[in-house]
Structure formats: structure tokens, C-alpha cells
T-cell receptor
Framework: GAVVSQHPSRVICKSGTSVKIECRSLDFQATTMFWYRQFPKQSLMLMATSNEGSKATYEQGVEKDKFLINHASLTLSTLTVTSAHPEDSSFYIC??????????FGPGTRLTVT | AQSVTQPDIHITVSEGASLELRCNYSYGATPYLFWYVQSPGQGLQLLLKYFSGDTLVQGIKGFEAEFKRSQSSFNLRKPSVHWSDAAEYFCAVGNTGTASKLTFGTGTRLQVTL
């Protein structure tokens, strides 16, 4: 089956620094990837849609200057959390959409900002 | 706007017992419907999906779900639960055409007693 990886799986950073999270589709090409945020014991909230070769589309309320998304190739999308603050601590999950419109999810990245 | 309701926040069943997790959706047209499972600290795994055709869909791990348009429901079932099924289950609806934007329910946490 389709596999999506995320790196790192866990990261701790200091307030004010930036953190980059990578999302890769390992065995298929994904023109569209998605970034979600999940708070403890809550559902996934879509943050943005990442399209290869074009600008990401952000959901209402998501700061595009804070959460920078780059989808430079058909197998890689990155999310950079800039000037991170403790309230940005969360579980970030990416997904990649296959040509059959299914979304395959990565294992997630746990971000802790101290 | 599309939405998903999972009325049961937490369900406990005995191993070997049958299971039904409820999901109700709101969508203007025929929806794309999904069930995902998430183990603690992990990403989401697709259990099954409904796009069209037979309203009873079979998934992995012995799960099935039935699409009932008249009830706007897509309940997940399993005839005999295993201890390893303990996890968080999310129902999701995707917009037709590309199923790009998934809207997730709040999830149902399944606990299995031995």
C-alpha cells in the first residue's frame, strides 16, 4: 500500500526558533498533500492544502506567514513553523492524496515548544 | 458546509463482542465517506471508504460499514472485536469530485476489555 513518511517524528524547540517538518510519499506521486493539526484527544483540523509547484491554500484562521508550506516535488512537502511559541505545540500530521483520491497519512510529528 | 458527527466519544466492549460505531454526516450531494483508525501517537490508517456503488463496504481488519442515505449515516461495524482494535476511530467526509478536503468527526475512543 501507499506509504507516507514524516520527519522528524518528535521535535523539541525553543520559543522563537523555526522548525521544519518533512512529509514524503514513498511509493507514489502526490500532486496534493495536506497538513493537519491535532490537539490532544481531539480531531484533526485541516491547516492547508499543498499543491506541487504552486502556493499552498490555507484554511481560515491559519496564519500563512507562520506556517510556511513548500511542495517542491511530487513526493515532498514541507511545513515550517516560524518563530514558534508554546501554543504551537501540537501533533502535526500530513497526508498525500493518491490518483484514486484516497488520502494516505503520515505517522505524525509531535512538536513541543519550550 | 460538510460536517461529521460521531455521537459516541468513548465506547467499551468486551473482546469477542460485536461493535458498531456511529457516524452521521451532512453534505449536499453524495459524499465520499471514510473511516480511519489511529493508535496512540500515530498517524491515521484507512479502514475503508465509500465513493459509490454497493452501500455495504468491506475494509481491512474485518471491518465493514454501511452507507444509508436516508439516515445520512455511515456506521462502522465489526462482528467480533479483538483487543488490538482498541484505538481512536475517525469518520470523515470528503467533497465529491476530488475528495480533497476531508472533514473529520471528533472521534470515538474504543476500549476493549478482556
Amino acid at each position: 500500500g501507499a506509504v507516507v513518511s514524516q520527519h522528524p517524528s518528535r521535535v523539541i524547540c525553543k520559543s522563537g526558533t523555526s522548525v521544519k517538518i518533512e512529509c514524503r510519499s514513498l511509493d507514489f506521486q502526490a500532486t496534493t498533500m495536506f497538513w493537519y493539526r491535532q490537539f490532544p484527544k481531539q480531531s484533526l483540523m485541516l491547516m492547508a492544502t499543498s499543491n506541487e509547484g504552486s502556493k499552498a491554500t490555507y484554511e481560515q484562521g491559519v496564519e500563512k506567514d507562520k506556517f510556511l508550506i513548500n511542495h517542491a516535488s511530487l513526493t515532498l512537502s514541507t511545513l515550517t513553523v516560524t518563530s514558534a511559541h508554546p501554543e504551537d505545540s501540537s501533533f502535526y500530521i500530513c497526508s498525500a492524496r493518491s490518483h484514486t483520491y484516497e488520502q494516505y497519512f503520515g505517522p505524525g510529528t509531535r512538536l513541543t515548544v519550550t | 458546509a460538510q460536517s461529521v458527527t460521531q455521537p459516541d466519544i468513548h465506547i467499551t466492549v468486551s473482546e469477542g463482542a460485536s461493535l458498531e460505531l456511529r457516524c452521521n454526516y451532512s453534505y449536499g450531494a453524495t459524499p465520499y465517506l471514510f473511516w480511519y483508525v489511529q493508535s496512540p501517537g500515530q498517524g491515521l490508517q484507512l479502514l475503508l471508504k465509500y465513493f459509490s456503488g454497493d452501500t455495504l463496504v468491506q475494509g481491512i481488519k474485518g471491518f465493514e460499514a454501511e452507507f444509508k442515505r436516508s439516515q445520512s449515516s455511515f456506521n462502522l461495524r465489526k462482528p467480533s472485536v479483538h483487543w488490538s482494535d482498541a484505538a481512536e476511530y475517525f469518520c470523515a467526509v470528503g467533497n465529491t469530485g476530488t475528495a480533497s478536503k476531508l472533514t473529520f468527526g471528533t472521534g470515538t475512543r474504543l476500549q476493549v476489555t478482556l
